[in-house]
């Protein structure tokens, strides 16, 4: 009996905080909680700022892929200093940007980049730039700064992938080129040259075009021999394999050439600043004519019946004792081995298209 009275009582009570909480009298049990626990606040992060230089021997060094940033309040109305280098031709990108909440009035340009410490020899273009360390400056003037103004400075660079020193600019120091891929590279001078290298294992009759991507005045291919001499007029019957127009393709050259190493070169005159050219080159016939090499690492012991060497991979190879001629292949891997008896043997081997090489004497040991 007692225990319902206290229910009934607790009941009563509880209606009556409901009522008081609604008309505002009494605080709710979850606004009480959260009044009386204090929220913690997450801690800021904490931002390191680079240090602009000002003094020409002693440039900030640009990093590829990691911008640089720099508290506004802190730039003075200088120029400002930076160096990078470069392992190989790359194109390069330098951009900067200002953010922040607050109004500003800050002037900054890029004022160039230079091959000198001193920044006084220019780069006019930076689609390709050559292998070596670099200095760049920028004009900065600010008026009005507000406190959380942050300046970044994004380089990033993408090499051109004729490797490492490689320009092309010379005929010693060549751009690599497969024959049958286009080979991309970029003009950046007013009157110049470029150099690319290529190497024919067989006879070869191919296809050369060139497309220059901007305006120039005129323009021509020249094919060149292992030792630099040109040999345009006796592989093309041309002297000169003329470019199109701006950005189209020259007409399709036939060229004729023994197996061996040469030399595409384009040259020009023109007004560009800078313009992308690409060499097309296409195999129309191949013909093998040169003979295999000597066969190497012979060995052939007394009391032995077997010859062992190495020769062209899967070429045919030949080994005579007295009168009697034994053959026998060579495997993918270059390798042959030989059943014979006889104090003396000669060795030679014939590849695919009937080449035959000069023969090795061997003495049995």
């Not at 904490?46 to 508290?71: D, W």
């Not at 070596?132 to 600010?142: E, H, K, L, Q, R």
């Not at 003979?291 to 030949?318: C, R």
Request: proline share 3%; aromatic share 10%; glycine share 8%.
């Amino acid at each position: 009996m007692k225990m319902k009275k206290l229910t009934k009582l607790a009941a009563v009570l509880m209606s009556s905080v409901l009522l008081l909480t609604a008309a505002g009298e009494l605080p709710a049990r979850a606004e009480e909680v959260q009044d009386s626990e204090k929220v913690q606040e997450p801690e800021k992060e904490t931002v390191e700022y680079a240090e602009l230089s000002y003094n020409t021997a002693k440039p900030v060094k640009l990093v590829p892929g990691e911008p640089a940033s720099f508290r506004v309040e802190k730039v003075k109305n200088k120029t400002c200093y930076f160096t990078f280098t470069l392992k190989e031709t790359s194109r390069v990108e330098i951009t900067s940007n200002v953010e922040g909440s607050g109004e500003t009035s800050l002037s900054w340009k890029l004022q160039g980049v230079y091959s000198d410490p001193l920044c006084t020899k220019g780069i006019a273009e930076l689609d390709a730039v050559d292998a070596g360390t670099y200095y760049v400056a920028f004009n900065c003037t600010p008026a009005r700064l507000s406190d959380d103004q942050v300046l970044t400075i994004s380089f990033k660079t993408e090499s051109w992938g004729w490797g490492a020193g490689v320009d092309g600019k010379t005929i010693e120091n060549p751009i690599s080129l497969t024959v049958g891929k286009d080979c991309r590279l970029n003009i950046n001078e007013r009157y110049a040259a470029r150099y690319t290298k290529f190497k024919l294992e067989n006879d070869t009759v191919l296809t050369v075009q060139g497309n220059m991507a901007e305006n120039y005045s005129e323009g021509s291919m020249r094919i060149y021999n292992e030792k630099g001499t040109n040999i345009t007029s006796t592989a093309a019957k041309l002297s000169d394999l003329k470019l199109g127009k701006p950005g189209e393709w020259s007409e399709v050259y036939k060229v004729t050439l023994k197996a061996g190493t040469y030399y595409l070169g384009v040259n020009w005159r023109g007004h560009m600043g800078s313009s992308d050219f690409t060499f097309r080159t296409e195999i129309l016939k191949e013909t093998d004519n040169t003979p295999p090499a000597k066969p190497t690492k012979l060995v052939y012991k007394a009391g032995t019946t077997k010859v062992t060497g190495n020769g062209e991979k899967n070429a045919t190879v030949f080994v005579r004792v007295g009168d009697k001629i034994y053959t026998g292949k060579i495997d993918s891997k270059g390798a042959f081995s030989k059943l014979v008896k006889g104090n003396v043997v000669y060795v030679w081997v014939m590849d695919k298209a009937l080449n035959q090489g000069k023969y090795v004497k061997v003495t049995v040991k």
